[in-house]
């Protein structure tokens, strides 16, 4: 997020007040932040608004609200009166839906919204425009997703390189183009790997022959945990190994074997209760993480629960009240 202050302190209390919100997908893109900054000053400065704050995000228009940090912070300085500047409506989003419910927050704070392509969309005509712009918008992406698409399978079918290699593969060039061609050494060592794992051996297990008899990544170095699991993901072990490999597992937890583990919500009557809450309150899992930081609820090693955790918690908790009804 990018934040500056463009405030004159010392202008009168009675002149009205701007915020400029600027996006742009990518930070080579030619109408940069810059550029929409400087054409939404002159703007405000024409019509006698007095800038308070710049807000920016560099993210597709697509993307949701609550990942776009510049726009919920323009979106929380507005104040009753106060006119949000855009350099173009693509700006504000490439979505029609979400670009209605930015429209409704900002209404709901007393302010509103000025394009520089569009204008108000206080006026009739302003609404149909911005309501025609935003459908255009939502059509010229899914237009180029589109053509991305087929270029992307394109070179695949002719076999060419898209991106990162794959597992058990590795690119060549040639004629000045990058093929994808199978990598016999690298699909040997994965067998490998896929073997130790079906024999029921522990993600620390396999790590520790990998080590012991020089399996290593790609750079040449030695793999991590989670290296580990992206080998061995969909392997298929056989039921007396999967029974030695839980048992090792309880055993390195310190639980008795055959039991379950203790989940976190239901060790903590307290996140339990908050996430309930937040759920009656339709919050958004990135509000709930914020909250559970504000409230002081922290795991057994006193660090705050991250996105993903409270999502599981959620998924869980949303299950067993279900179970419930």
Known sequence: MFKCSQADKGTTDMQSQAIIYTRTSTSSQTDGHQAQEDACKRYALSSGLEV???????ISGSADIDKRDGLLSALG???SGDTLIIYRRDRLGRDVVKNAIIE???????????SLDVGSTETKEGTLLATLLDAFAEYERSVIMARVKANVESKKARGLCVGNTGLGETKVERDGLNYIEQDDEELKKLELVKSWRSMGLTHKEILERCIEEGVMTRRGLAPTMSTIGTWVRAVEIPAESAKRLK??????????VGTRGHRAEDKDPALKALLISYIDQGLTQSAMTEKLKEAGI????????NRQQVQRFVSRIRAEIKGVS
Do not use: C, M, P
């Open 104 to 114: 409704k927050i900002v209404k709901q704070s007393g302010a509103h919204i000025h």
């Open 52 to 58: 308070k704050e710049i807000y920016s995000d560099t």
């Open 247 to 256: 048992v090792k597992s309880d055993s390195a937890r310190g639980r008795k």
């Open 298 to 305: 922290v795991n057994g090693k006193g660090n705050a629960y």
């Open 77 to 79: 300085s507005l104040e």
